[in-house]
T-cell receptor, first 113, second 115 residues
Framework: GDSVTQMEGPVTLSEEAFLTINCTYT??????LFWYVQYPGEGLQLLLK?????DKGSNKGFEATYRKETTSFHLEKGSVQVSDSAVYFC????????????FGAGTRLAVHP | GAVVSQHPSWVICKSGTSVKIECRSL??????MFWYRQFPKQSLMLMAT?????????EQGVEKDKFLINHASLTLSTLTVTSAHPEDSSFYIC???????????FGPGTRLTVL
């Protein structure tokens, strides 16, 4: 069945370090791919998305490229800030995007000064 | 932006009792609301999808008589965990969207502990 696998956390980085959170997926069709972020005490928020192969989603300095050949959608940021500390979820969806989302387990990121 | 709230944020109950969790869209009318369950260090799993005024659609393996969903208005959906047992302890998250297949906006979640 369809599934999403994320690297286990927590990921602990110093401020201004480079971030990569790995995400791979298994899907029978051609899904859209998403990254969501959950800050402490808040709901999940859409961070970025890509709807087809080779698309790059970007937002707030984060980016991820939809790689069909490696079935991956790794999240990257060149220089993290303390305010980026949160839990990041990779997800896939069908039918144009948002219904029937399938999530990864989430990766906690802790950035210290 | 679109805001979804949940109440309560956490609840502790005794085994055998029922617990109701509310999900509200605060600044928009939600065509569809979704209920997810999350176990520690695991993915969010979709439990059911509900549209205002109609019966919820449950995912395979989710007991509809155990998890009662009522979507009474375009801004309110409730999840009632009936005759709760310790294995029902989990983090329950709702989401809502404005149009079918549009972006889902998520609530902050409700942690249920059944003793």
């Amino acid at each position: 069945g369809d599934s999403v696998t994320q690297m286990e956390g927590p990921v602990t980085l110093s401020e201004e370090a480079f971030l990569t959170i790995n995400c791979t997926y298994t899907a029978t069709g051609y899904p859209s791919l998403f990254w969501y972020v959950q800050y402490p005490g808040e709901g999940l928020q859409l961070l970025l998305k890509a709807t087809k192969a080779d698309d790059k989603g970007s937002n707030k300095g984060f980016e991820a490229t939809y790689r069909k050949e490696t079935t991956s959608f790794h999240l990257e940021k060149g220089s993290v800030q303390v305010s980026d500390s949160a839990v990041y979820f990779c997800a896939l969806g069908f039918s144009g995007g948002y219904n029937k989302l399938i999530f990864g387990a989430g990766t906690r990121l802790a950035v210290h000064p | 932006g679109a805001v979804v709230s949940q109440h309560p944020s956490w609840v502790i109950c005794k085994s055998g009792t029922s617990v109701k969790i509310e999900c509200r869209s605060l600044d928009f009318q939600a065509t569809t609301m979704f209920w997810y369950r999350q176990f520690p260090k695991q993915s969010l799993m979709l439990m059911a999808t509900s549209n205002e005024g109609s019966k919820a659609t449950y995912e395979q393996g989710v007991e509809k008589d155990k998890f009662l969903i009522n979507h009474a208005s375009l801004t309110l959906s409730t999840l009632t965990v009936t005759s709760a047992h310790p294995e029902d302890s989990s983090f329950y998250i709702c989401s809502a969207n404005v149009y079918a297949d549009s972006e889902q906006f998520f609530g902050p979640g409700t942690r249920l502990t059944v003793l």
